[in-house]
C-alpha cells in the first residue's frame, strides 16, 4: 500500500512503482481517501514477493517527492493450543486433575438413532412454521365500487376476512400489511398509501379503521344496538335465517361499541326467548277456540245423526247451530210467514193474484203473528192494504162521479 496525492492518475502510479525492481510488474487494485493524512491509500499488486529489500518510500519525478511504502510481511504461524494450555497450568501453578474439577459431569450418551430423529423432527418444525404463517387464503380485491363487480366482494365480508386475517393469522405485521395493501385497488388503495406514507410502521389495524370509516356504516354503536332490540322475524323466514340475521347485527354492535361482548350471548339469547314466549302465549289463546270448534263439530255430528220424526231434538239442535244454519232458516221463515193480502193465501204477493178477495181470511192471517217483528211488519203490510183499497175506492168514486158529471 503507498500513500499518494488525491490528483495523481492511475498510470502514474504504477510506472513510478515500477522504477523498485524487487517488486516487479505492479497492478492498482483499490485507492481510498485518508481524511487524516489528506492523501488516497492505494492498494496495489505486485508480481514478485515482498522481502525486505522493499524500500520504505519511492520517489516520484513529477513531484519531487517521496511516497511511502507500506508492506505487509507473513504472519507467524499460531502456537498450538496443548503448548499454549500447558504454558498456562504452568504459569498457574495447576495440573489436569485440577481442570478436570471444575468441569460438569458427563452428560449420557444419546444414541445415533435418537439423535436422527431428534434432529429430523428440528428440520421439520422449522421448515413448516414460515408454510404455516404464509398458508393464510388471499384475500379478495375491493375497490369501492357500487354495484360490487363479480370478482370482488361486498365491503362488510371483506371487512370480516380481513379482520380474521389480522387477528388470527401469525405472520408478521409487515406481511399482513403487505396482504392488505394486495387487496385494495382505487380509492382504497389510496387511503392505504397514505397511511403508508405517514407511518410506514402503521398496525394493520390502522388500515382496517381507517377503511371502515370511509366505506363503512354511517350508524354509531347505539344506532345499531337499538336497530338489534327491534328485529323481529318475519312471517316466512326461518328460525335459523333469523339466528343468522341477528348474529350479523350483534357482530357489528360489538365492533361498534353498542354493547360489551361479555354480555353477547345474552343479548343474542333475548330475541330467540321472546319469540317462543310468544309462541306459548299463542297456543294458550288458541286452546279455547279450538275446544269450541271441537264442541261444535261433535254438535253437529250428533244434530246429522238425529232421525227426522224426532221433532224436539231437532230444534234443539238447530237452536245450538243457529249461527250457521241462519241465512237458510230466515228464508224458509221468511217463504212460510208471506202471505197475500187480497185472498189470505201464502205463497204469493196481492200484486200478482188472480184468486177472489177474502178478508175473513186475511184478518185470520194477521190475529197470529209469529214474533215482534213478523207482528209490525203484518201491521205494516196490512196499512198499506188498507190504503191502496181507500184509493182504489176513491178512484173509482171520482170516475163514476166524471160519468156521470160530464
Not at 98 to 120: H, M, R, W
Not at 205 to 232: C, I, N
Not at 319 to 339: A, G, H, I, L
Request: aromatic share 6%.
Amino acid at each position: 500500500m503507498i500513500m499518494v496525492p488525491e490528483e495523481v492518475e492511475t498510470a502514474e502510479i504504477e510506472e513510478t512503482i515500477q522504477t523498485v525492481k524487487c517488486l516487479g510488474r505492479v497492478r492498482l487494485r483499490g485507492r481510498m481517501f485518508h481524511p487524516t493524512q489528506n492523501c488516497v491509500m492505494v492498494l496495489c499488486e505486485c508480481k514478485e514477493d515482498c522481502n525486505e529489500n522493499v524500500p520504505p518510500e519511492v520517489f516520484h519525478a513529477g513531484s519531487e517527492t517521496s511516497w511511502p511504502i507500506i508492506t505487509l510481511s507473513e504472519a507467524p504461524a499460531p502456537r498450538d493450543f496443548s503448548f499454549n494450555l500447558k504454558a498456562l497450568m504452568d504459569a498457574e501453578g495447576k495440573t489436569m486433575n485440577d481442570i478436570k474439577g471444575l468441569l460438569p459431569e458427563s452428560v449420557p450418551q444419546v444414541s445415533a438413532t435418537e439423535s436422527i430423529l431428534q434432529a429430523v423432527g428440528d428440520f421439520l418444525q422449522k421448515a413448516q412454521k414460515p408454510q404455516l404463517e404464509g398458508g393464510y387464503r388471499r384475500l379478495r380485491l375491493f375497490s369501492g365500487n357500487m354495484p360490487v363487480p363479480p370478482n370482488e366482494e361486498p365491503f362488510d365480508q371483506w371487512l370480516e376476512q380481513a379482520w380474521l386475517m389480522v387477528e388470527e393469522s401469525e405472520g408478521t405485521e409487515k406481511e399482513k400489511r403487505r396482504r392488505l395493501v394486495e387487496s385494495l385497488k382505487g380509492p382504497p388503495l389510496e387511503i392505504a398509501k397514505s397511511i403508508r406514507e405517514a407511518d410506514p410502521e402503521a398496525n394493520p389495524t390502522v388500515y382496517l379503521e381507517a377503511l371502515e370509516s370511509s366505506f363503512g356504516t354511517a350508524e354509531s354503536g347505539d344506532d345499531l344496538y337499538f336497530a338489534f332490540r327491534l328485529m323481529r322475524q318475519q312471517p316466512t323466514e326461518k328460525l335459523s335465517d333469523f339466528l343468522r340475521r341477528l348474529e350479523r347485527a350483534l357482530s357489528k354492535v360489538v365492533q361498534r361499541g353498542g354493547f360489551s361482548a361479555d354480555y353477547k350471548d345474552v343479548l343474542n339469547a333475548t330475541p330467540v326467548s321472546t319469540i317462543l314466549s310468544n309462541e306459548h302465549s299463542g297456543e294458550t289463546e288458541l286452546a279455547p277456540l279450538k275446544k269450541q270448534v271441537k264442541r261444535l263439530q261433535q254438535k253437529v255430528a250428533q244434530r246429522d245423526m238425529v232421525p227426522e220424526t224426532s221433532a224436539k231434538p231437532t230444534s234443539v239442535t238447530a237452536v245450538e247451530v243457529k249461527q250457521k244454519t241462519n241465512p237458510p232458516s230466515r228464508n224458509r221463515q221468511q217463504s212460510d210467514e208471506q202471505f197475500c193480502y187480497r185472498c189470505g193465501e201464502k205463497g204469493h204477493f196481492m200484486a200478482k193474484c188472480r184468486n177472489s178477495e177474502n178478508q175473513t181470511k186475511v184478518i185470520n192471517q194477521k190475529a197470529h203473528p209469529i214474533n215482534k217483528d213478523d207482528e209490525r211488519e203484518s201491521k205494516y203490510r196490512y196499512q198499506f192494504y188498507l190504503r191502496h183499497k181507500l184509493s182504489d175506492q176513491a178512484r173509482s168514486t171520482d170516475f163514476l162521479n166524471s160519468s156521470w158529471n160530464p
